[in-house]
Nanobody, 126 residues
Framework: QVQLVESGGGLVQAGGSLRLSCTSS????????MGWFRQAPGKEREFVAG????????SYVDSVKGRFTISRDNAKNTVFLQMNSLKPEDTAVYYC???????????????????WGQGSQVTVSS
């Protein structure tokens, strides 16, 4: 059984930075795309960033390009989301995610997600 455990998040002022981490267990980590989604109050969950199993292919939603960086450490079964220049509209619950098909591309938009982290609240004050 795949488990995703998140850490990080919190409250930050606009322009600040936060880093989210997500550690996976229950299967071999490296073949699988990992990603981050977020859900703001009253809105649908949206794809934010994804990274291929090798870490060489990245994908971002347009609204975070140039501000957020996704990375992974396959030796530690962990994926990271570094968030810089945060804006109030980035406020949401952020979820780590992965699926069951190995060797896929970095974008997880529209894909069936079988495994989710517990969610991390990110609040950006103006």
């Amino acid at each position: 059984q795949v488990q995703l455990v998140e850490s990080g998040g919190g409250l930050v002022q606009a322009g600040g930075s936060l880093r989210l981490s997500c550690t996976s267990s229950g299967r071999t980590f490296s073949p699988y795309t990992m990603g981050w989604f977020r859900q703001a109050p009253g809105k649908e969950r949206e794809f934010v960033a994804g990274i291929s199993g090798s870490g060489t292919i990245l994908s971002y939603v347009d609204s975070v390009k140039g501000r957020f960086t996704i990375s992974r450490d396959n030796a530690k079964n962990t994926v990271f989301l570094q968030m810089n220049s945060l804006k109030p509209e980035d406020t949401a619950v952020y979820y780590c995610a992965t699926d069951s098909i190995p060797f896929q591309g970095a974008s997880m938009k529209g894909r069936t997600i079988e495994y989710w982290g517990q969610g991390s609240q990110v609040t950006v004050s103006s």
